[in-house]
Nanobody
Framework: VQLQASGGGLVQAGGSLRLSCAASGLTFSRASMGWFRQAPGKQREFVSG????????YYADSVKGRFTISKDNAKNTVYLQMASLKLEDTAVYYC?????????????????WGQGTQVTVSS
């Protein structure tokens, strides 16, 4: 099982970035995928999740209306489109796969993790 996250970078506040997470070696039919982030000195927090089979989505309140999660079944890839970025969005972003169909916000329920991609928002 491999998750490859990419797309991070340096962006000015108010700007946009799109993160990608390419997955391989998984059976997706009943899985859900999530994006998490971790800022220095803080705990890893849930950002957004998507159900692989039905495309249901869920967002943390802090990103609702600014971030959009989507998936490409053919490419086994999940995307996180981030807009109106704020300084507080600065973190390492991780994608992860859960064996549960329902989207969960707890990192402990995700079995596989990508390596993380840095997002830095500057003023």
């Amino acid at each position: 099982v491999q998750l490859q996250a990419s797309g991070g970078g340096l962006v000015q506040a108010g700007g946009s970035l799109r993160l990608s997470c390419a997955a391989s070696g998984l059976t997706f039919s009943r899985a859900s995928m999530g994006w998490f982030r971790q800022a220095p000195g803080k705990q890893r927090e849930f950002v957004s999740g998507i159900g692989w089979s039905d495309g249901s989505t869920y967002y943390a309140d802090s990103v609702k209306g600014r971030f959009t999660i989507s998936k490409d079944n053919a490419k086994n890839t999940v995307y996180l489109q981030m807009a109106s970025l704020k300084l507080e969005d600065t973190a390492v972003y991780y994608c992860a796969v859960s064996a549960y169909t329902m989207i969960h916000a707890s990192p402990s329920l995700y079995k596989y993790w990508g390596q993380g991609t840095q997002v830095t928002v500057s003023s």
